[in-house]
């Protein structure tokens, strides 16, 4: 019972309750949103890949050009409002790509503006909403809420896509497109129902919170480059599956969708257990913990390419995603815990800036591999890259490195700041 307790213990926060209620329901639908937007695109081009990459780089490049500018907004306003809004502006983007479906007049390009646009506004949520994690637990609890947060986005990717396929099977796509427009007032209602007074707000927000302070604010911690270093080499090189397991349930074990779903399921069975595992986190983790993830992600990735049957594939992914999931989770915990939450919002901004930048990068390089010396040496290259990355960042680690910021102290120091509700 107190393993239990201990591991939701984030969840005994009522705004943070609140807020994981709303992102599961939402999140879920985003998934089903997802496999609609692209069912979508393959019917209306004729199976085009290119058109799907197409929608994939409309959505993905504002999100390049406009994150770090997101993470500013985030240090500089209240971010429960930006959320309120951010949410409101994507459900109304759903909204309107559901009534075009239903009215029959929906076209290739008004899914490609959709795209862009949804893009457009992720690239000012998804700063915001990482970093807000902190105000709503603190500092001691933020471990174990980042880990929540990733069992629940793990929970939604497992579910989301199961009961789309279910729905546009009956339905069709544009009931699920607007379910999904339906399903971000459940964020909305989640974050309004909120308590200021209770959020870990930081004494003062900057009056200037630029981009550029906050580069130069990350370039002097080199306890914050590293780890997002390896996120990068990681990204880049082995966060691949995406493309990596189809072609291996159908060019190596000559197997239907259903092989590539069972593959799939395992990589987020490990992950999830991993996010669970990460809930007993109660401090900053050390560059050790990072760097060691990322060795045994890479062994076990490499690892996977050798699997000579289906059975053992699973196995090894279950392994890899348990691995890959640490390995985030430790590194999210040690870049967010060691950043001043003055910077907080651009620091992780500048996180999920390279741990989404490259993946578009990663893609085009693992498919270029696969299809030219087969997809088991893509997991090898990506497997033994990662692992060379690490063993270097773990001898370049410092030797001292610094596991609490300044800015803890002061986010410890403005507990006692209560904001009036407004």
Not at 17 to 28: A, C, E, I, K, N
Not at 56 to 62: K, L, N, R, S, V
Not at 273 to 293: D, E, K, M, Q, W
Request: proline fraction near 5%.
């Amino acid at each position: 019972m107190k393993t239990l307790k201990r591991t939701f213990q984030s969840l005994s926060v009522r705004n943070f309750r609140l807020f994981v209620f709303g992102q599961l329901l939402s999140v879920t639908c985003t998934w089903m949103m997802v496999i609609a937007q692209d069912w979508l695109v393959l019917e209306l081009s004729g199976d085009s890949g290119t058109a799907l990459g197409t929608v994939t780089a409309m959505q993905f490049t504002p999100v390049l050009l406009l994150t770090l500018y997101g993470g500013r907004l985030a240090d500089r306003y209240d971010k429960r409002r930006i959320l309120i809004l951010a949410n409101l502006a994507l459900g109304a983007l759903a909204l309107g790509l559901g009534l075009w479906v239903l009215l029959g007049t929906v076209q290739l390009w008004h899914i490609w503006l959709f795209a862009f646009a949804l893009g457009t506004v992720n690239s000012v949520e998804a700063p915001t909403r990482i970093s807000f994690v902190s105000e709503m637990v603190g500092s001691e609890l933020l471990p174990n809420a980042s880990a929540m947060s990733a069992a629940y986005f793990n929970v939604a990717r497992v579910a989301g896509p199961a009961v789309a396929g279910l729905l546009i099977a009956r339905l069709d796509v544009g009931p699920v497109v607007l379910l999904n427009a339906l399903s971000y007032l459940a964020t909305v209602v989640s974050v309004a129902m909120m308590r200021p007074a209770e959020l870990h707000r930081p004494a003062a927000r900057p009056r200037r919170a630029r981009v550029v302070d906050g580069l130069r604010y990350i370039r002097r911690r080199p306890d914050l480059v590293l780890p997002m270093a390896l996120v990068g080499v990681l990204g880049l090189v082995g966060f691949n599956f995406q493309l990596t397991l189809p072609l291996l349930a159908k060019t190596e074990f000559h197997t239907d969708s259903t092989a590539f779903g069972l593959l799939s399921s395992s990589l987020a069975v490990g992950s999830l257990l991993a996010a669970f595992a990460t809930t007993a986190r109660r401090g900053r983790p050390t560059a050790l913990v990072v760097t060691g993830s990322a060795l045994a992600f890479g062994a076990l990735e490499a690892v996977t390419g050798l699997a000579p049957t289906l059975a053992s594939a699973c196995l090894l992914l279950a392994l890899t995603g348990f691995a890959m999931m640490y390995f985030a989770q430790a590194s999210n915990h040690r870049v967010q815990l060691g950043s001043d939450p003055q910077y907080r919002g651009r620091v992780m901004a500048l996180y999920t800036l390279i741990f989404q930048g490259s993946t578009p990068l990663g893609a085009v390089l693992t498919g270029w591999l696969s299809e030219h010396w087969g997809v088991r040496w893509a997991l090898y290259a990506g497997g033994l890259i990662s692992f060379g990355a690490a063993a270097v960042a773990l001898v370049a680690a410092p030797r001292t490195p610094r596991d609490r910021s300044p800015g803890e102290s002061s986010e410890r120091a403005a507990r006692p700041v209560r904001f009036p509700t407004s």
